[in-house]
């Protein structure tokens, strides 16, 4: 099928940065739109950042101004840029990709493991 795998996290110091990156690999035909979103122990995984295959992007309030997403379409990869980093950006941070694959069928989602970012004050 398709497989997602982030790296690039870790932890570093308020105001620091960091870069994410996500391949896809697997029996992929087309990635449509690419995404990052976030979680806390005990909170809703939510949106960071999101990219079409165009590279339309759009960001959660929250990271405007200091995270920027991006992909290489032709490495199938996305990455996220993550500048002036907060202690509250401290979560785990996981890619998607809606994917029309090789097998047919229709597009779907796929996620990454996870990847944990700790930014300390």
């Known amino acids: 099928q398709v497989q997602l795998v982030e790296s690039g996290g870790g932890l570093v110091q308020a105001g620091g940065s960091l870069r994410l990156s996500c391949v896809a690999s697997?029996?992929?035909?087309?990635?449509?739109?690419m995404g990052w979103y976030r979680q806390v122990p005990g909170k809703q995984r939510e949106l960071v950042a999101t990219?079409?295959?165009?590279?339309?992007?759009n960001y959660a309030d929250s990271v405007k101004g200091r995270f920027t997403i991006s992909r290489d379409n032709a490495k199938n990869m996305e990455y996220l840029q993550m500048n002036s980093l907060k202690p509250e950006d401290t979560a785990v941070y996981y890619c998607?990709?809606?994917?029309?694959?090789?097998?047919?069928?229709?597009?779907?989602?796929?996620w990454g493991q996870g990847t944990q970012v700790t930014v300390s004050s």
């Open positions: 990219i079409t295959s165009a590279g339309t992007t």
């Open positions: 998607n990709a809606n994917v029309w694959s090789l097998l047919g069928g229709i597009a779907q989602i796929y």
């Open positions: 697997g029996s992929i035909f087309r990635i449509n739109a």
